[in-house]
C-alpha cells in the first residue's frame, strides 16, 4: 500500500510540475506570473529528475531580479497594479458576458470567447499579479529604503 501511495504521490507532483512548467511557459507571453511559475514546476520536478535540479537555482534568481525590478520605482508599481486590475475587470466582463456590440466584426460566438473558465483565469491572474507586487515591494522595496 505505501508503494501504491508513493506511486501516486510522484504522479501527482510530477504532473502538477508540468503543467506548472507550461503554463509558466505561456505566461512568459500572456498576462501571469511567468517566471514564478516555471520555477514552482521546475522546483517540484527537481525531486525526480537531475536536469531539473540543474535548471532550478538560474530561474530562481531571473524570477527574483525580475521581481525586484518591478517594483524599482513608483511608474513601474502603479502601471502593474494598474494593468493587473484592468485584467480583473476583463475576467468579470467575461464572467458578466454581455451581448456583442454592433461594431463585433466576426460572428457573436467568437465574443468573449472562452465564457467562465476564461473570465475564471483571468480574475486569478490579476489577483495573483496584486499579490506578487505586495510580495515584491515588501520584500525588495522597503528593504533599499
Do not use: N
Not at 535540479?53 to 524570477?63: D, Q, Y
Request: with cysteine; hydrophobic share 55%; net charge positive.
Amino acid at each position: 500500500m505505501r508503494r501504491l501511495s508513493g506511486a501516486a504521490k510522484r504522479v501527482v507532483l510530477e504532473t502538477l510540475g508540468w503543467i506548472l512548467v507550461i503554463g509558466g511557459i505561456a505566461a512568459l507571453v500572456l498576462p501571469g506570473p511567468g517566471l514564478l511559475m516555471v520555477f514552482a514546476g521546475l522546483a517540484l520536478l527537481s525531486q525526480q529528475y537531475t536536469w531539473a535540479e540543474k535548471r532550478v537555482e538560474p530561474i530562481k534568481e531571473k524570477a527574483l531580479k525580475a521581481a525586484a525590478e518591478g517594483v524599482e520605482t513608483t511608474t513601474r508599481i502603479t502601471i502593474s497594479v494598474i494593468f493587473a486590475l484592468i485584467l480583473v475587470a476583463c475576467g468579470v466582463l467575461w464572467i458578466w458576458s454581455p451581448e456583442a456590440p454592433e461594431w463585433w466584426p466576426v460572428h457573436d460566438r467568437w465574443w468573449l470567447a472562452g465564457g467562465l473558465p476564461t473570465g475564471i483565469t483571468q480574475i486569478a491572474s490579476g489577483v495573483i499579479a496584486i499579490v506578487m507586487i505586495a510580495y515584491s515591494y515588501r520584500r525588495f522595496r522597503t528593504r533599499s529604503a
